[in-house]
């Protein structure tokens, strides 16, 4: 069975930083890419950030872009969301994706698997 954890997650103060972890299991995603979106109640769910295979390509939403940071270990099959210059508005439940194509994507389409989630709160 595969799954995705995440961890990492907690209550911050605005300009904080916070660090999340995905840990894959089941299968790994050593050819496939991952990302991070985040969701808050009553909103559809939004991309913050995908990586490609190799981590050689990352890509960001502009509302994040310059403030977080993706990144994998394959040893471990993990990716990463390093979050700086944290805002009230980055408040919301994070979710690790992997997804079975070989493309960056930036929607939800794009993914197959996803984790539970992880609860972000950033306060003013």
């Known amino acids: 069975q595969v ?3 995440e961890s990492g997650g907690g209550l911050v103060q605005a300009g904080g930083s916070l660090r999340l972890s995905c840990a894959a299991s089941g299968r790994t995603f050593h050819s496939n890419p991952m990302a ?8 559809e769910r939004q991309f913050v950030a995908a990586i490609n295979w190799n981590g ?21 099959d993990t990716v990463y969301l390093q979050m700086n210059s944290l805002k009230p508005e980055d408040t919301a439940v994070y979710h690790c994706a992997a997804s079975i194509y070989s493309g960056i994507y930036s929607n939800i389409h794009g ?12 306060s003013s």
Do not use: C, M
């Open 111 to 122: 993914y197959s698997y996803w984790g539970q989630g992880t609860q972000v709160t950033v």
């Open 56 to 76: 050689g390509s990352t890509y960001y939403a502009d509302s994040v872009d310059g403030r977080f940071t993706i990144s994998r270990e394959h040893a471990n």
């Open 3 to 5: 799954r995705l954890v």
């Open 36 to 43: 991070w979106f985040r969701q808050v109640p009553g909103k």
